[in-house]
């Protein structure tokens, strides 16, 4: 993406409440060290692309905070789940971030910066323009090119460190990412649910099996009863499943509240090599577990294929959010380093 070719003055900061400090202003507080360059990161708890970019962050903290730089993580929230600030201090606590984070609940400060993507960053300058802008994953490297670039022009002389290897094999050149299934809500607001009784907003639905078959990626069919409502579904009776064909590296789904479920993959207990974080293995058979409402990783493989997942819920009140799919894999090897082992 290029440079921002006529910087403009960056907006302020919407007032909100900080889960994390210190407070950060775009405007006051100049010229003073911690207020020379500020690195805005729109992001999102339940984000899986947001949080695969936090290793970058956290990094660029650690280097640069001495130096004049000031991160602020505004975390806007998707669903009315992760607008929840105990949920978001928790993210925040488990993540490990150690910069400043806003939430930004209303979209005040989303609005001011006219932004329209998770996960987003901006760039301003020692005189509070804005100079770079990044939307998506990637990119870290001429991120941290222009955050070194700015700090000169705000006076520091010292040396700068190398830029930041890539901290994941498929963050590499030559990474190949496919074309995956994209990010499936759940809830009758934007929900993809195919099923011959349909979306019935606010009622409870019992599904029953599809004579059909499986739904086509894209699309997510469920069994048993169900409660409608426009960012979730919710279960209501132990044994109800959701059924789910995707083209994915990895699959994670939005829970909420803790609870856990058990999942299978082409009809088979997930496989030790393509467990998220968040299976176990218990008596032969393999469950998701999480202890408060987020992001649960479901399957994270380094081979991209389609798969079938079979969710099967054990206790009612779980609601799901939506499926996100990661898709690039890592560089193949080179012909040389390919071959006999």
Aim: with cysteine; glycine share 8%; hydrophobic share 40%.
């Amino acid at each position: 993406m290029p440079a921002i070719s006529v910087p403009l003055r960056a907006p302020e900061l919407a007032p909100g409440l900080w889960i994390q400090g210190p407070e950060v202003s775009i405007r006051s507080g100049r010229p003073e060290p911690t207020g020379r360059v500020v690195l805005v990161d729109f992001w999102e708890s339940t984000c899986l692309n947001c949080l695969r970019t936090l290793p970058y962050f956290k990094t660029w903290h650690e280097r640069y905070a001495g130096r004049g730089l000031a991160i602020v993580g505004v975390h806007t929230p998707e669903f009315e789940l992760s607008a929840d600030p105990a949920l978001v201090a928790a993210a925040v606590r488990d993540e490990g971030i150690p910069y400043s984070v806003l939430l930004d609940n209303d979209r005040a400060t989303w609005d001011r910066f006219a932004n329209h993507y998770w996960p987003s960053r901006y760039l301003i300058d020692a005189r509070g323009y804005l100079r770079y802008e990044r939307f998506g994953e990637g990119a870290y490297g001429e991120t941290e090119d222009w955050i070194q670039r700015l700090l000169r022009e705000a006076g520091d002389t010292a040396p700068m460190p190398e830029i930041l290897e890539p901290v994941r094999a498929e963050d590499r050149p030559g990474a190949v990412c496919h074309p995956a299934t994209r990010e499936t809500h759940l809830g009758f607001h934007r929900g993809r649910l195919l099923a011959a009784e349909g979306y019935r907003p606010g009622e409870e639905v019992r599904h029953r099996e599809r004579e059909e078959g499986p739904a086509p990626p894209g699309m997510f069919a469920a069994r048993g009863r169900w409660l409608h409502e426009a960012e979730f579904l919710e279960v209501r009776e132990p044994g109800a499943e959701l059924d789910l064909v995707c083209d994915a590296a990895g699959v994670n789904l939005v829970l909420a509240p803790a609870g856990e479920l058990e999942i299978e993959v082409d009809g088979a207990p997930v496989a030790a090599a393509e467990r998220g974080a968040d299976v176990v293995e218990r008596d032969g058979h393999t469950f998701a577990v999480w202890e408060r409402g987020r992001l649960v990783r479901l399957v994270d493989s380094a081979e991209f294929r389609r798969r079938r997942l079979v969710l099967r819920f054990p206790r009612a009140g779980v609601r799901a959010y939506a499926f996100s799919f990661s898709t690039c894999v890592s560089p193949p090897l080179p012909p040389d380093t390919a071959g006999d082992s």
